[in-house]
């Protein structure tokens, strides 16, 4: 080389994570247009429908920390390795025991969509690990910003426990200050060199994350219609939920798989129960947990 300037000094995209915040505008206006937020604002949510958002979530978190531990000395993402502060599958772990029970790994569904994310964040981590920051950036920085608030819609609305069960995913007890840790994530993202060629393709490939929300969105509030044609049955590739025992979800002493009322869909049942405004307020709150934090990073 004859320069002893790196490529970041003459990168006319500049710094990745305005660049990132400049790129996730207009599809982040996409999403804030839909229906979908319009009906989370009427905080109409069922167990049921919760129990879905949670499922979903953690195959996404169990493929995304696969990657990151796969890929955490990688010069394009180690600078942002925070396992202790960040990673969520844990949480969602207890989360999802408490509201399925203990053979919660048996019950949780994956639909088509949920998997194609999954297959996309595999993908990027074995063979693109230089980009897999934009899948990380998107996933995290939503959460950040947007927990605490989040997380006092399901407990209010489900009467869940104010002491936090089923709401492990929320609360991020190594970050002592979500505005200060979000600063210190952006600067060290920003010390990642990369050039121009694969700046770019960290912002589409951020684009991309997003849309493939937006996908996961779409496929739960069609699961209604789907299910009708179907006569009530679900395919191989959308898992069965179990029924289980009825429960009563304002008693927030004992788990909700095991209180007094229906929270689970077996494969003689059918979604179809599920109005069209509760099918869009679940696909709301998981579009909320990905896009709410657009306002704050």
Same mark, same amino acid.
């Given at each position: 080389?004859?320069?002893?300037?790196?490529?970041?000094?003459?990168?006319?995209?500049?710094?990745?994570?305005?660049? !990132?915040?400049?790129?996730?505008? #207009?599809?982040?206006?996409?999403?804030?247009?839909?229906?979908?937020?319009?009906?989370?604002?009427?905080?109409? @949510?069922?167990? *049921?429908?919760?129990?879905?958002?949670?499922?979903?979530?953690?195959?996404?978190?169990?493929?995304?920390?696969?990657?990151?531990?796969?890929?955490?000395?990688?010069?394009?993402?180690?600078?942002?390795?925070?396992?202790?502060?960040?990673?969520?599958?844990?949480?969602? $772990?207890?989360?999802? #025991?408490?509201?399925?029970? +203990?053979?919660?790994?048996? #019950?949780?569904?994956?639909?088509?969509?949920?998997?194609?994310?999954?297959?996309?964040?595999?993908?990027?981590?074995?063979?693109?690990?230089?980009?897999?920051?934009?899948?990380?950036?998107?996933?995290?920085? /939503?959460?950040?910003? /947007?927990?605490?608030?989040?997380?006092?819609?399901?407990?209010?609305?489900?009467?869940? +426990?104010?002491?936090?069960?089923? @709401?492990?995913?929320?609360?991020?007890?190594?970050?002592?200050?979500?505005?200060?840790?979000?600063?210190?994530?952006?600067?060290?993202?920003?010390?990642?060199?990369?050039?121009?060629?694969?700046?770019?393709?960290?912002? *589409?490939?951020?684009?991309?994350?997003?849309?493939?929300?937006?996908?996961?969105? *779409?496929?739960?509030?069609?699961?209604?219609?789907?299910?009708?044609?179907?006569?009530?049955?679900?395919?191989?590739? $959308? +898992?069965?939920?179990?029924?289980?025992? +009825?429960?009563?979800?304002?008693? /927030?002493?004992?788990?909700?798989?095991?209180?007094?009322?229906?929270?689970?869909?077996?494969?003689?049942?059918?979604?179809? *129960?599920?109005?069209? !405004?509760?099918?869009?307020?679940?696909?709301?709150?998981? !579009?909320?947990?990905?896009?709410?934090?657009?306002?704050?990073?």
């Amino acid at each position: 080389m004859t320069s002893t300037q790196s490529p970041r000094s003459h990168s006319a995209v500049g710094d990745l994570s305005e660049a !990132l915040k400049e790129a996730i505008i #207009e599809v982040h206006q996409q999403a804030q247009d839909t229906e979908f937020m319009r009906n989370f604002l009427k905080r109409q @949510l069922s167990l *049921d429908e919760f129990k879905l958002v949670m499922s979903s979530l953690y195959f996404i978190y169990d493929a995304l920390e696969e990657e990151i531990e796969r890929n955490k000395t990688h010069p394009g993402y180690a600078p942002v390795y925070f396992p202790d502060e960040l990673h969520r599958k844990a949480a969602l $772990e207890r989360d999802l #025991e408490y509201l399925f029970g +203990p053979q919660w790994r048996q #019950e949780i569904p994956c639909p088509k969509a949920t998997r194609k994310y999954v297959d996309r964040i595999h993908y990027v981590g074995q063979h693109e690990p230089e980009i897999l920051v934009a899948h990380a950036y998107t996933r995290y920085m /939503g959460d950040l910003s /947007g927990g605490q608030v989040l997380k006092k819609i399901p407990q209010r609305v489900l009467q869940l +426990p104010v002491s936090g069960e089923g @709401l492990a995913f929320f609360t991020f007890d190594e970050v002592w200050s979500a505005t200060n840790f979000k600063q210190l994530y952006r600067a060290r993202m920003n010390t990642i060199e990369m050039d121009d060629s694969t700046k770019r393709r960290v912002l *589409d490939e951020v684009k991309k994350a997003f849309l493939l929300n937006v996908e996961i969105f *779409d496929e739960l509030k069609k699961l209604s219609s789907h299910s009708a044609k179907k006569n009530g049955s679900l395919t191989q590739e $959308e +898992p069965e939920m179990h029924k289980r025992s +009825p429960s009563d979800i304002s008693n /927030g002493a004992r788990p909700a798989a095991y209180r007094n009322e229906k929270i689970g869909m077996s494969s003689h049942e059918s979604p179809s *129960d599920t109005s069209p !405004l509760h099918w869009g307020v679940l696909a709301a709150f998981l !579009l909320v947990v990905v896009a709410v934090c657009m306002y704050a990073i």
